[in-house]
């Protein structure tokens, strides 16, 4: 499988990227090709609603790192998410990349038909802070018929490290079973 994995987190040795790195670990052992962009690190704007979506041979016609990124989303068959939870939803780091799925949709892209994934961690010990990365992420992949095959939901977290204290890594890297 051809696997895309999006990232939202801006600590490069974080609780969402140490999952991370055990999915991708995993993934290429199971041979599957993992391409992966650290939203945080990239720049992504938000959508300007302008509908002009790949009227202008390019999927969003303001230029910036989405346009790198659109063309191997399409190509894959499965698109991991993974992220902290800020204020109880999803990291303005990577919620310009969600937004702009917007293009694809508009665009008429054949975009249904891949599995989706959700790897997510948050300070509070309360499962339902999740909810406000999760539900919004569960109606995407809904919207654009992508099949979520599983989610790995880690409360509890707040500093780097954090994690390893957890079954995170191991969940993020058993996920891998669900995609194929
Ligand atoms: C700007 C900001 C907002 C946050 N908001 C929340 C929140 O609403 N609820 C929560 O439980 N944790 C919150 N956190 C804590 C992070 O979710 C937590 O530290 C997480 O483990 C960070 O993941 P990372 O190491 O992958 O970046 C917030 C952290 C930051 C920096």
Redesign the pocket.
Do not use: A, K, M, T
């Given at each position: 499988m051809k696997i895309t994995v999006i990232t939202g987190?801006?600590?490069k040795h974080?609780?969402?990227?140490a999952m991370t790195e055990a999915f991708i670990q995993a993934a290429e052992q199971r041979g599957h090709s993992v391409q992966r962009f650290d939203a945080a690190f990239l720049k992504i704007g938000g959508c300007y609603a302008c509908m002009t979506c790949y009227k202008t041979g390019k999927a969003c016609s303001f230029d910036d790192d989405f346009n790198s990124i659109a063309p191997v989303i399409l190509d894959a068959d499965a698109v991991v998410f993974t992220m902290?939870?800020?204020?109880?939803s999803i990291p303005a780091q990577i919620k310009g990349v969600i937004d702009r799925l917007f293009s694809l949709v508009v665009g008429g892209k054949p975009v249904a038909g891949k599995k989706c994934a959700l790897i997510a961690?948050?300070?509070?010990e309360d499962l339902t802070?999740l909810d406000g990365v999760r539900i919004p992420m569960e109606r995407t992949a809904a919207l654009l018929k992508w099949e979520m095959v599983g989610e790995v939901l880690v409360?509890g977290?707040?500093?780097?490290g954090?994690i390893d204290r957890t079954d995170g890594c191991k969940q993020a890297a058993a996920l891998v079973e669900k995609l194929a």
């Open positions: 987190s801006p600590r974080g609780n969402s990227f902290p939870v800020y204020w109880y961690c948050c300070e509070e802070v409360p977290v707040l500093n780097e954090d």
